[in-house]
T-cell receptor, first 115, second 113 residues
Framework: NAGVTQTPKFQVLKTGQSMTLQCAQDMNHNSMYWYRQDPGMGLRLIYYSASEGTTDKGEVPNGYNVSRLNKREFSLRLESAAPSQTSVYFC??????????????FGSGTRLTVV | QQQVKQSPQSLIVQKGGISIINCAYENTAFDYFPWYQQFPGKGPALLIAIRPDVSEKKEGRFTISFNKSAKQFSLHIMDSQPGDSATYFCAASRMDSSYKLIFGSGTRLLVRP
């Protein structure tokens, strides 16, 4: 049971470089999310995709773009990396079980450093 | 603008003690309040959740208390164990089609043996 898989796990970029963070889930979930985690600030939503073919901005979308390639995959792209984008990035998909509670299944994160 | 405020930032508790983490929210449209637990190097995982139609929910040693009028909710960990040492996040969402979660800033809990 892979769940949510993120690649890469670690990355160092130079200011101005671009890169794409990959996320894939094998649980047939409709909704997927990208968050960034910074010390003392919790997790902040960057973009989300409520269903295949749709994407929407979250709290902190500036400097990022996303692609919902298919139901399984949701990628996050930094076109021109800045030091302020140094963070840990988490991808999540929405689990809706038989109980009334629902929750996200998170990947293990990508630790990105921009120098 | 921080929609979900969490305190304390860090907490140290002796084994067997009670750990209490508090959260306050502003948006009265929120109607779902989960708590997540995160261990180092891992993604957060759902621990327990509550809806505003109940004032308390208990699952094992973990209890959520909810005060709708005060717009506050808290996590109580009874008989805290060293294995509970982790970062805890409260969150809130509206039950719309997006299911977006707004997270608090997190509490780092250390349970001493």
């Amino acid at each position: 049971n892979a769940g949510v898989t993120q690649t890469p796990k670690f990355q160092v970029l130079k200011t101005g470089q671009s890169m794409t963070l990959q996320c894939a889930q094998d649980m047939n979930h409709n909704s997927m999310y990208w968050y960034r985690q910074d010390p003392g600030m919790g997790l902040r939503l960057i973009y989300y995709s409520a269903s295949e073919g749709t994407t929407d901005k979250g709290e902190v979308p500036n400097g990022y773009n996303v692609s919902r390639l298919n139901k399984r995959e949701f990628s996050l792209r930094l076109e021109s990396a800045a030091p302020s984008q140094t963070s840990v990035y988490f991808c999540a998909s929405l689990s809706r079980g038989l109980r009334e509670d629902y929750g996200y299944t998170f990947g293990s994160g990508t630790r990105l450093t921009v120098v | 603008q921080q929609q979900v405020k969490q305190s304390p930032q860090s907490l140290i508790v002796q084994k067997g003690g009670i750990s209490i983490i508090n959260c306050a929210y502003e948006n009265t449209a929120f109607d779902y309040f989960p708590w997540y637990q995160q261990f180092p190097g891992k993604g957060p995982a759902l621990l327990i959740a509550i809806r505003p139609d109940v004032s308390e929910k208990k699952e094992g040693r973990f209890t959520i208390s909810f005060n709708k009028s005060a717009k506050q909710f808290s996590l109580h960990i009874m008989d805290s164990q060293p294995g509970d040492s982790a970062t805890y996040f409260c969150a809130a969402s509206r039950m719309d089609s997006s299911y977006k979660l707004i997270f608090g800033s997190g509490t780092r809990l250390l349970v001493r043996p």
